[in-house]
């Protein structure tokens, strides 16, 4: 027997859904909730094997209330049923520890079929969704190394050569032929973008970076004291 | 020798007699019982100025001088009758010549039976001696007088040491009378605990030498004496010089007191001060100077410095010493000085006051602290008139914003009434239309209905999109990275332009209002490319630098130049967005140029929010 908890704020969709797993042999509803603040205790306490649970639950939000549940009781699967189609809430749940992905608007099998395969020890994405394109949304928002110097635009880039070499904000503003209200905002944003604090950092910044010269070359301007 | 002239009338008066005269310095006339002169020595002669056989022979009253000037004759008479005669003393004039004060002695003659044979005269010139004793008479009453009348206490004391004599200068000091004085020792008038003898036996065995004593009065009044003692100024005498200094001790002390009380208000003046003399050059040379003084100015500042070496390199502060004068009698001037204690700048209000023709004192009040003091408030007032400045300009901003804030609210709100109104009512209406024609006889309900079930999703899905413009669920639920990326998508469908995605260390939640400001900034400048860069392409970065959150938009597209302002007809959505940023204590970058593309950067510090433990 399959022993389930449901969580939702909707009675409605509740009654309905209560309604279509208990027709289903094998699946009891041992437990109903709708507001996120007692979902884990309840869960504690009835120790259901399978959790259905809404995102857009009130009182902590279906995703915080699946990491608790994961904390306090790591062997209760999670199937995630929601409005929700974005891949993002997949990837999100996924990573936080549900098993199981439905869409509220799925066909009523569909829930089934994920309560039999999660309890069989598997995953399951309902479509539209699928195992790809949770994995490409994955990929697409990995975090990516990034360089600091990639950050800078093409006039930053240029505003930070002259100000390594020491140059005041008003002569980078006449070399590069801007106000110097701009060539101090991008001396800030520059500093800002690589991280360093003031002109000896930036000086430091550049010749690590082989921006400047080390030998033979024009010296930077000492930093000011 | 003279030879006697052999007379038979010449009595024979013995050799003795004759050697007696001979030998004798004193004149001596012999006559007889007629009177007439019958023997005269040698020194009868020279006193007389007469040879002697002039005097012999001849009546001793004219043998002396003619007329008897000396009066001699009751003398020779009385002699004769046997009577004693005293001594008589007589003036004796020559011519010519000082007369001669001479003392004649006349005595009877007898011979060995007792008869009066004639008589003897003994004539002594005591004109030295008497001139000795008017010349004493003189000096003794000058010496009296001196002696009288000196102011000096003047006692004489024997060599027992008993006063032999006292001035009246000494009684009055004395307080005593001068035959009680002469009753007493030497040391009895000492003050308690002043040993007068001993002082006294001091000073006589050392010489000439100046003591210090006290004496007291018998009416209980004490007086202060310096003396001087000089020894056997007259054989057994001694003489001592008292004089009353006790006014003057007195006064030296309270000289003293004053000095010492002018010392320590001098150098406990914390204020540097300094004399200088005026001397008859014109030179100001220095004569005072207190401690404070020397501390700030330096080694140099003591008496017998010039001005001129301690003030050369200031020469505006020599003319001010200069410039006084009588009818300048204070001058008052600020200036500044390196203090040679410790190389500090002072800040010094100098005055110059006149005190008499040759004095000038100087002294200098430290005001470096009054007008650090002074500026500093002066600066505070500056300050704090900039910072009301600024609070009111950020004040103004703040009421700028919170109008466009309320601006924005309304015209998003109008936005939504219209959407909501406008599509959702009229498609809810085609619905709810559509279902009533499945009641109407000969309808297709099963059709029907599964028309209206994809209608209804459709709808759903405009309900969606109009909450996500309202308030994106997804960016409260899942963070700024999910939601950027899946408004990147949305917008990549409904605009066909390619949005390239990428972060870095940003999937993680930031402070609310930054995660709106980030999202709104990113959705306006992906609308910005659709509409106005002309190209397909757009790139969007989310990256996170030590605690700041960086949202980039990036085309290759048409651009515009950046530097020249805004963009006319992109004014205001640039603005807005920079207003967007502000509010969320951001800043917006944008940087283009025509031809090369534009890049628009948002960048929010401190934008990490502090997950819950």
Redesign the interface.
Known sequence: MIRIVLADDHHVVRAGIRALLESEPGIEVVGEDFDGLTVESLTVSLRPDVLVLD??LPGL?G?EVLRRVKRSSPRVRVVMLTM?S?E??V??ALRSGAVGYVLK?SPPGELVRALRAVTEGGRYIAPPLSAQSVDE?AR???????D?LD?L????REALHLAAEGLSNPEIARRL???VR?AE?HRA?VL????VRNQAELVRFAVERSLLPRDGGPLPAPPAP | MRRMTAAATRPAFGPCLEVLARNCDDAILVWDTAGTCRLANAAAERLTGRPERDLTGRALRDAVSAGDPLNLSPCVEATLRGETVPEVERELRRDGEVPVAVRVRCSTMRDGTGAIVGGVAVLRDFSPERRAEAACRVSERARSAVFDAALDAIVVVDADGRYADANPAACALLGRSREEILRHWVGDFGAPGWDGSLAYHDALSGGVRRRHHRIVRPDGTERDLEFEVRREFLPGLHLGDFRDVTEETAALAALRVSENRFRALFEGIPAPVVVFRRGPDGRLVVVEANRAAASVGGPRVRPGTGAEELLGHRPELISLLRAAGPDRPAAQEEFEWRSAADGRTLRLRGFVCFVAPDLIVAFAEDVTAQRAAESERSSLLDAERAARAAAERAEARYRRLARRVTEILESERATLARGLHDELGQELTALRMRLERAALPGADAPAIAAASADHATELLARVRDLSSALRPQMLDDLGLVAAVVWSARRFAAATGVEVDFEQHAADRRFLPEIELAAYRIVQEALTNVARHSGTAAARVRLWVRGADLFAEVADAGRGFDSEAGDEPGRAAGLAGMRERAELAGGTLAVESSPGRGTVVTAAFPDAVRESRA
Do not use: F, M, Q
């Not at chain 1, 697409?140 to 990034?146: F, N």
């Not at chain 1, 635009?153 to 930053?156: G, H, L, N, V």
């Open positions: 995102v857009a939000g995703l929700h974005d993002g809430y990837a999100a608007c949304w697409r928002t990995a975090d990516a190394a990034r600091p950050t635009t093409a006039r930053e032929g801007i106000s701009t905002a944003s800002r973008k690589l991280g």
